[in-house]
């Protein structure tokens, strides 16, 4: 059989059933193949009905016996309406209910055969147990008792109109009658010990004896882990031969031994650090050589990465080239403009800002300025990638990411010049894995130190009583003559009701802190008004600084100690990070307290304990991908890449990074995969990976 067959034409699936499968992704044989269970059900061994207890340690109980009876009961006082089934087999019965859906009375009938799998509780007067809301399947005399039960069965995310068992049948058709060729070689399976193709898929599906059902929900199965590294396998291959490709595209030479940098150290205020240096270096090797430059720069919070992008679009601009940076929100772009002008100014290049905020009588001098080649540096928003922004001589892009442009908007950017050499910049961390398969097509290059006279701010949680002990330390701080951040956190639906909070916070400290002023900042004023409140901060004017926006903290006052974030709870982990990169600048003790009130969710805690722990980026940000998990973390859907289908980031890193070291391998050794042995991985990595990678592709 074809794996590209078009569902339609399955034995059991029909036009109108392949619109259901659709609906799920599945247009192929190979899709559905390649559709996994989600969970598994143990039904080898039914435990007789009598057996089941809410004590036996595992909650989830399934059961299997006919429905003795059905009604729907409604409760007296909310009016609610519970169906309710009792089920038996020979050794007893059980009652099952199900909540606000009484039309089950029309699908769940007397004398059905049914499994059952759901949470085991006990009624309120402790009388006796039920199921609550199971997940059921009816069993007909006619079903393959081998596909349904008496097995461990897979269970499939399903949609309306395509029951479990419609889903096993067609799949254990299409297993009967298709042969599944291998596409990794014999060596490579035997290196990791993995089973070939077709035995993997085949016990994915109807997982063979001998499999725990706890390891196949763990996804921990030689079956999962040969499904993994392919998936790894197949896709860094295609970040492999994206990097081939465009390591080989002509790009720009750019003369790196210019004047400007050494002019630029001369008014820097500070001495760059030897890891600044190193990353400055590696840069300028890249933009040296006529390729164009692809580059991820990380670092944590706070390690001058700016001054890095900024001393590599002095290259370009030394070169005759322009330079732009494009941030993810206007504030950062703002800020980022606001910093970098202030040197160039001194080094007599001009530069501009262009943001969609921008009014249009100024949008026109900005666009023409930029396309007259007039403007040298031009910092923006996605504002630059609008079609109208037409650039002179693009020779360099720096992308300020903070996790928020895909693969394709890297793309559209690097499309405003010709091949212009691009810089990624990270706002934090991100986890190494991560990295490997979102930017595994791109040159690292780590700062791994903070400037000199940085101290990790100490960190605590406060809640309950404790919150008192945030205003004493500010007080202590504030008669040092240090100044304190309180960050009050924006919440798009309520923001007229944290303004007021916020607000209300401000009076209320400067009551309690009348030697001192407080100031007031919030997303509502204008840039102005933000400007001058900020300005008097920076001057000490104002000691204590609220403020309902957490970029716009972004400033460098190097005299705050103290970072208190009120319902610190409500933001991210490496927001919290960032928050707190802001104190300990200036040398000396800092402090970063987190305020929360009322209880806190599992995942919450999670993000406040690990604060706690640790001030490294790269520690939090491993952290953050196992309290959210990878689609959360990153917003694959977004990225570019799209989600795994079997591997999983954190489960499967080991897998991972054997896969990408084999790809890159391989691909080292065939660039263009060529080679017979080659030939079938290129076109299964085509077929999936082309269009999410802008692949070039091969004929
Ligand atoms: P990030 O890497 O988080 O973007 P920034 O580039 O905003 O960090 O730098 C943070 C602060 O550190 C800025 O105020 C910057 O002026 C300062 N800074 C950068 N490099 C150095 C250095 N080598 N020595 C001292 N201060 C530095
Ligand atoms: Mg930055």
Request: proline share 4%.
């Given at each position: 059989?074809?794996?590209?067959?078009?569902?339609?034409?399955?034995?059991?699936?029909?036009?109108?059933?392949?619109?259901?499968?659709?609906?799920?992704?599945?247009?192929?044989?190979?899709?559905?193949?390649?559709?996994?269970?989600?969970?598994?059900?143990?039904?080898?061994?039914?435990?007789?009905?009598?057996?089941?207890?809410?004590?036996?340690?595992?909650?989830?109980?399934?059961?299997?016996?006919?429905?003795?009876?059905?009604?729907?009961?409604?409760?007296?006082?909310?009016?609610?309406?519970?169906?309710?089934?009792?089920?038996?087999?020979?050794?007893?019965?059980?009652?099952?209910?199900?909540?606000?859906?009484?039309?089950?009375?029309?699908?769940?009938?007397?004398?059905?055969?049914?499994?059952?799998?759901?949470?085991?509780?006990?009624?309120?007067?402790?009388?006796?147990?039920?199921?609550?809301?199971?997940?059921?399947?009816?069993?007909?005399?006619?079903?393959?008792?081998?596909?349904?039960?008496?097995?461990?069965?897979?269970?499939?995310?399903?949609?309306?109109?395509?029951?479990?068992?419609?889903?096993?049948?067609?799949?254990?058709?299409?297993?009967?009658?298709?042969?599944?060729?291998?596409?990794?070689?014999?060596?490579?399976?035997?290196?990791?010990?993995?089973?070939?193709?077709?035995?993997?898929?085949?016990?994915?599906?109807?997982?063979?004896?001998?499999?725990?059902?706890?390891?196949?929900?763990?996804?921990?199965?030689?079956?999962?882990?040969?499904?993994?590294?392919?998936?790894?396998?197949?896709?860094?291959?295609?970040?492999?031969?994206?990097?081939?490709?465009?390591?080989?595209?002509?790009?720009?030479?750019?003369?790196?031994?210019?004047?400007?940098?050494?002019?630029?150290?001369?008014?820097?205020?500070?001495?760059?650090?030897?890891?600044?240096?190193?990353?400055?270096?590696?840069?300028?090797?890249?933009?040296?050589?006529?390729?164009?430059?692809?580059?991820?720069?990380?670092?944590?919070?706070?390690?001058?990465?700016?001054?890095?992008?900024?001393?590599?679009?002095?290259?370009?601009?030394?070169?005759?080239?322009?330079?732009?940076?494009?941030?993810?929100?206007?504030?950062?772009?703002?800020?980022?403009?606001?910093?970098?002008?202030?040197?160039?100014?001194?080094?007599?290049?001009?530069?501009?800002?262009?943001?969609?905020?921008?009014?249009?009588?100024?949008?026109?001098?900005?666009?023409?300025?930029?396309?007259?080649?007039?403007?040298?540096?031009?910092?923006?928003?996605?504002?630059?990638?609008?079609?109208?922004?037409?650039?002179?001589?693009?020779?360099?892009?720096?992308?300020?990411?903070?996790?928020?442009?895909?693969?394709?908007?890297?793309?559209?950017l690097k499309e405003k010049g010709y091949n212009p050499d691009v810089l990624i910049m990270t706002a934090t961390p991100i986890p190494r894995t991560l990295s490997l398969t979102v930017y595994g097509d791109l040159n690292l290059s780590i700062i791994d130190e903070l400037p000199p006279g940085r101290m990790p701010a100490v960190t605590r949680w406060l809640y309950g009583e404790s919150r008192r002990d945030a205003y004493y330390i500010m007080q202590e701080e504030l008669n040092k003559g240090r100044q304190a951040y309180v960050v009050y956190p924006l919440v798009e639906e309520s923001e007229k009701v944290d303004l007021k909070g916020a607000t209300e916070m401000a009076e209320r400290l400067q009551k309690s802190f009348q030697r001192h002023n407080v100031g007031l900042l919030h997303g509502r004023m204008s840039f102005a008004e933000k400007e001058k409140i900020m300005e008097r901060f920076k001057k000490n004017e104002t000691h204590v600084l609220v403020s309902t926006t957490v970029v716009e903290v972004g400033v460098d006052v190097p005299n705050a100690t103290v970072m208190v974030i009120e319902h610190a709870e409500r933001f991210g982990l490496s927001q919290l990070h960032q928050?707190?990169?802001?104190?300990?600048?200036?040398?000396?003790?800092?402090?970063?307290?987190?305020?929360?009130?009322?209880?806190?969710?599992?995942?919450?805690?999670?993000?406040?304990?690990?604060?706690?722990?640790?001030?490294?980026?790269?520690?939090?940000?491993?952290?953050?991908?196992?309290?959210?998990?990878?689609?959360?973390?990153?917003?694959?859907?977004?990225?570019?890449?799209?989600?795994?289908?079997?591997?999983?980031?954190?489960?499967?890193?080991?897998?991972?990074?054997?896969?990408?070291?084999?790809?890159?391998?391989?691909?080292?050794?065939?660039?263009?995969?060529?080679?017979?042995?080659?030939?079938?991985?290129?076109?299964?990595?085509?077929?999936?990976?082309?269009?999410?990678?802008?692949?070039?592709?091969?004929?």
């Amino acid at each position: 059989m074809d794996l590209y067959k078009d569902i339609q034409y399955i034995k059991g699936v029909g036009p109108a059933r392949a619109k259901l499968l659709n609906r799920l992704g599945i247009f192929t044989v190979e899709d559905l193949l390649y559709y996994i269970p989600f969970r598994y059900e143990d039904r080898s061994n039914i435990k007789p009905i009598s057996e089941i207890s809410q004590y036996c340690g595992d909650l989830h109980q399934t059961v299997q016996g006919e429905i003795l009876s059905t009604r729907v009961v409604i409760t007296p006082r909310q009016k609610k309406k519970i169906f309710e089934v009792a089920i038996g087999d020979s050794s007893g019965h059980i009652t099952a209910k199900w909540f606000n859906q009484a039309f089950l009375k029309d699908v769940l009938k007397k004398g059905s055969m049914v499994v059952l799998n759901g949470q085991v509780k006990a009624d309120h007067y402790g009388y006796g147990l039920y199921i609550e809301g199971p997940e059921f399947e009816i069993i007909s005399p006619g079903d393959n008792a081998l596909i349904h039960t008496g097995r461990i069965v897979p269970i499939y995310h399903v949609t309306s109109g395509l029951s479990q068992k419609v889903m096993r049948n067609i799949i254990r058709g299409v297993l009967d009658t298709c042969s599944i060729p291998e596409i990794i070689s014999t060596d490579m399976l035997d290196k990791y010990r993995l089973p070939v193709l077709g035995e993997a898929i085949n016990a994915i599906h109807f997982p063979p004896e001998g499999n725990s059902v706890d390891d196949l929900n763990s996804g921990e199965t030689r079956a999962h882990k040969r499904l993994s590294f392919e998936e790894f396998f197949l896709l860094e291959i295609g970040l492999a031969m994206k990097k081939m490709s465009t390591d080989k595209e002509r790009g720009i030479a750019f003369n790196a031994n210019g004047v400007l940098l050494d002019k630029l150290s001369s008014i820097l205020p500070y001495k760059l650090t030897p890891s600044q240096q190193r990353v400055i270096n590696e840069i300028k090797a890249d933009m040296a050589d006529p390729h164009p430059m692809n580059r991820l720069l990380q670092g944590d919070v706070g390690c001058g990465k700016t001054a890095v992008a900024l001393s590599a679009m002095l290259i370009a601009v030394e070169n005759g080239y322009q330079a732009a940076l494009m941030a993810p929100t206007e504030v950062l772009a703002e800020q980022h403009y606001r910093n970098i002008k202030r040197y160039l100014d001194q080094l007599g290049i001009s530069s501009c800002i262009l943001t969609s905020g921008a009014r249009s009588r100024d949008k026109v001098a900005v666009l023409s300025d930029i396309a007259s080649g007039g403007a040298g540096i031009v910092i923006g928003t996605h504002a630059l990638l609008e079609e109208g922004v037409r650039f002179n001589r693009l020779g360099f892009t720096v992308i300020d990411e903070q996790h928020k442009f895909g693969v394709l908007q890297r793309a559209a950017l690097k499309e405003k010049g010709y091949n212009p050499d691009v810089l990624i910049m990270t706002a934090t961390p991100i986890p190494r894995t991560l990295s490997l398969t979102v930017y595994g097509d791109l040159n690292l290059s780590i700062i791994d130190e903070l400037p000199p006279g940085r101290m990790p701010a100490v960190t605590r949680w406060l809640y309950g009583e404790s919150r008192r002990d945030a205003y004493y330390i500010m007080q202590e701080e504030l008669n040092k003559g240090r100044q304190a951040y309180v960050v009050y956190p924006l919440v798009e639906e309520s923001e007229k009701v944290d303004l007021k909070g916020a607000t209300e916070m401000a009076e209320r400290l400067q009551k309690s802190f009348q030697r001192h002023n407080v100031g007031l900042l919030h997303g509502r004023m204008s840039f102005a008004e933000k400007e001058k409140i900020m300005e008097r901060f920076k001057k000490n004017e104002t000691h204590v600084l609220v403020s309902t926006t957490v970029v716009e903290v972004g400033v460098d006052v190097p005299n705050a100690t103290v970072m208190v974030i009120e319902h610190a709870e409500r933001f991210g982990l490496s927001q919290l990070h960032q928050l707190r990169g802001r104190v300990g600048r200036g040398g000396g003790k800092s402090y970063c307290l987190l305020l929360t009130e009322g209880n806190i969710t599992e995942e919450g805690r999670c993000r406040l304990n690990a604060m706690e722990r640790t001030n490294n980026g790269f520690r939090i940000a491993e952290e953050d991908l196992s309290i959210r998990g990878p689609g959360e973390f990153f917003g694959t859907r977004q990225s570019g890449i799209p989600e795994l289908k079997v591997a999983n980031i954190l489960r499967d890193a080991k897998i991972l990074e054997a896969a990408r070291k084999e790809a890159f391998e391989l691909v080292m050794k065939d660039p263009v995969m060529e080679r017979a042995e080659n030939r079938a991985l290129r076109n299964v990595t085509e077929r999936r990976w082309k269009d999410k990678l802008k692949l070039a592709t091969v004929s």
